[in-house]
């Protein structure tokens, strides 16, 4: 059981580049969500899913897309990278909502430059 | 709104002595509550959690956080701190309606000294 993945790692990109944060999760959670991390701002939400075929917005959708084709994968996309989006991403997923635990993957480590 | 608040944002102990990390919640019915850690390059694990009950909730690692109400507070607590236990700490507040989403705090950085 791998848990929550993701990739890539690490990834430096150029402005108004576009990319693809992949995370894939195989414990079969209906809810998936995509946070960054800011120094002195704790984590943000970015985009969530309550299951396959259905997003929403969270706090800081701005510059992100995201799909859920499947219950496994939930991909964000950066259409056109700006520097201010240089942050620590994470994705997570829990069974359901509510009290559940959310499960978090290792993040990925964005620089724009 | 849901928010978090978190006033110390780097605490050091030294080893062996007690630890205790500050959260405050604003939301407007009873909240679940967590507490992650979060291990230098790593991602967040889950120390505890409160939905209901017992408003005193024990979680792994030797850790406990006691939920009050009248002080909108859940403060995490460990008698006995190791030096493992150098990471930063985040305290979340989760909504109870629609999605599974957290809002988190901006964290207490812990330094364990010898």
């Known amino acids: 059981n791998a848990g929550v993945t993701q990739t890539p790692k690490f990834q430096v990109l150029k402005t108004g580049q576009s990319m693809t944060l992949q995370c894939a999760q195989d414990?079969?959670?209906?809810?998936m969500s995509w946070y960054r991390q800011d120094p002195g701002m704790g984590l943000r939400l970015i985009h969530y899913s309550v299951g396959a075929g259905i997003t929403d917005q969270g706090e800081v959708p701005n510059g992100y897309n995201v799909s859920r084709s499947t219950t496994e994968d939930f991909p964000l996309r950066l259409l056109s990278a700006a520097p201010s989006q240089t942050s620590v991403y994470f994705c997570?997923?829990?069974?359901?909502?509510?009290?559940?635990?959310?499960?978090f993957g290792p993040g990925t480590r964005l620089l724009v430059l | 709104a849901q928010s978090v608040t978190q006033p110390d944002i780097h605490i050091t102990v030294s080893e062996g002595a007690s630890l205790e990390l500050r959260c405050n919640y604003s939301?407007?019915?009873?909240?679940?509550l967590f507490w992650y850690v979060q291990s230098p390059g790593q991602g967040l694990q889950l120390l505890l959690k409160?939905?209901?009950?017992?408003?005193l909730v024990q979680g792994i690692k030797g850790f406990e956080a006691e939920f009050k109400r009248s002080q909108s507070s859940f403060n995490l607590r460990k008698p006995s701190v190791h030096w493992s236990d150098a990471a930063e700490y985040f305290c979340a507040v989760g909504a109870i309606t629609g999605a599974n989403n957290l809002f988190f705090g901006t964290g207490t950085r812990l330094t364990i000294i010898p």
């Open positions: 414990m079969n959670h209906e809810y």
């Open positions: 409160y939905f209901s009950g017992d408003t």
């Open positions: 997570a997923s829990s069974i359901a909502g509510g009290s559940e635990t959310q499960y």
């Open positions: 939301y407007g019915a009873t909240p679940y």
